[in-house]
């Protein structure tokens, strides 16, 4: 007696039909400089899934060489080399599609795991009719962002806090760790101070401090008597003794970033009590990864702030509705559209002054390209 064997196919209507991915090359006002180098141009990556209804979702990939060494061309390769091993995959299981494609390559470049969770996610929320504010559980539809001074100058610095303080922006992050050492930090420091004394300051070394740097600068804070908000990320990455002794020396809170890639990271950090407060950047191994973290975090009684690489409104968007969906954050770094000097898409999270809002997207993360 003959029979038939029945295989089962995802459903037509979400399946994921092709993804492709193309430069994305936005300049920049001015060199958007950190302690590990500065970038004259986001060179980043468009991102674009297709569903088998025909809708299409969008991501972006943005690597930033001087925060982690990886680069465009390196996401690029990385995202056509994963087309093979997600196209024809059912796009509603999409952990299992996203662990696919960090397989075949996304796990070497967390900008492309991240620009390709973007844009599929995005795809099935379009096609579902929902925001993905609202997919990530739609706890809140507000948040307040910081504003970057990037490395430079004291009057430079001074400058730029103005500048901040009259767009309304009540938070300042101040990079630090440039050429100059603690003692052009600290002028750098002071002019913006006395220029916006009632800001409160996040200040970011991104890795790029030495112990005795370190020391130095927060004995020079205190005498001239600045109080962080904040020190973000002022020691290398494994340092994780530093950052606790750190922190017993200034008595101000630290934050890891480069330190907190993985959820096993996090746990780390807080064993170890080396931070009280985790960046959480989706760019650093994509959505899958980024939910993992906030629950490590949260199961640790850490604090969290939601950041981003040099990146368009879009990529800003989804960690915009990702940390308004989840709730609980307490401070937001999704300034550098602001850095940008086009604007190639539409659509986004409202800015007012220092107010993030997504209460108006309905469907995705709201952006497309013009």
């Known amino acids: 007696m003959g029979f038939v064997l029945l295989v089962a196919m995802p459903p037509v209507l979400l399946r994921l039909e092709t993804l492709s991915a193309t430069p994305l090359d936005i300049a920049l006002h001015a060199p958007f400089g950190i302690s590990g180098g500065a970038q004259d141009v986001a060179r980043n990556v468009l991102v674009a899934v297709t569903l088998a209804d025909g809708t299409v979702g969008y991501g972006e990939a943005a690597p930033l060489p001087a925060y982690n060494g990886e680069t465009q061309a390196q996401a690029q390769s990385v ?34 795991q991240a620009g390709f969770e973007l844009a599929l996610l995005d795809a099935l929320a379009r096609s579902e009719g929902r925001s993905l504010t609202a997919f990530f559980g739609g706890a809140e539809t507000e948040l ?18 103005r500048d901040i303080r009259r767009r309304g922006i009540r938070l300042i992050k101040v990079k630090v760790g440039g050429k100059g050492g603690p003692a052009l930090d600290l002028a750098r420091l002071s002019a913006i101070h006395e220029v916006a004394p009632a800001s409160p ?12 740097d370190a020391s130095e600068l927060v004995r020079g804070l ?3 008597g600045i109080v962080p908000a904040v020190l973000e990320q002022w020691l290398a990455k494994d340092d994780l003794a530093g950052m606790r002794a750190l922190g017993g020396e200034s008595g101000w809170p630290v934050a890891a970033d480069e330190a907190a890639c993985t959820a ?8 170890e009590q080396a931070a009280q ?21 949260r199961e640790c009684g850490l604090g969290l702030m ?16 990702f940390a308004c969906g989840l709730g609980g954050f307490k401070y937001a770094d999704l300034d550098t559209p602001l850095f ?13 002054g220092g107010r993030i809002s997504v209460a108006h997207i309905t469907a995705g993360h709201g952006v497309v390209p013009l």
């Open 222 to 224: 205190k005498a001239r």
């Open 277 to 297: 407060i985790v960046n959480i950047k989706l760019m650093k191994a994509g959505v899958a990864e980024a939910l993992d973290l906030v629950a490590a975090a």
């Open 144 to 161: 307040e962002t910081d504003m970057t001074v990037t490395t430079g100058t004291a009057a430079e610095a001074a400058d730029a806090a």
């Open 264 to 271: 096993e990271d996090v746990r780390k950090i807080a064993r």
């Open 79 to 112: 995202l056509v080399a994963g087309k093979a091993a997600v196209e024809g995959q059912d796009g509603r299981d999409w952990r299992a599609v996203a662990a696919r494609f960090r397989a075949a390559g996304g796990g070497a470049c967390g900008s492309a």
């Open 340 to 352: 940008l000097a086009t604007n190639p898409f539409n659509g986004g999270y409202a800015l007012d």
């Open 201 to 212: 300051l996040i200040i970011d070394g991104n890795a790029g401090l030495s112990r005795a």
């Open 306 to 321: 939601i950041g981003g690489n040099v990146e368009s409104i879009l990529a800003m968007t989804v960690s915009a509705c």
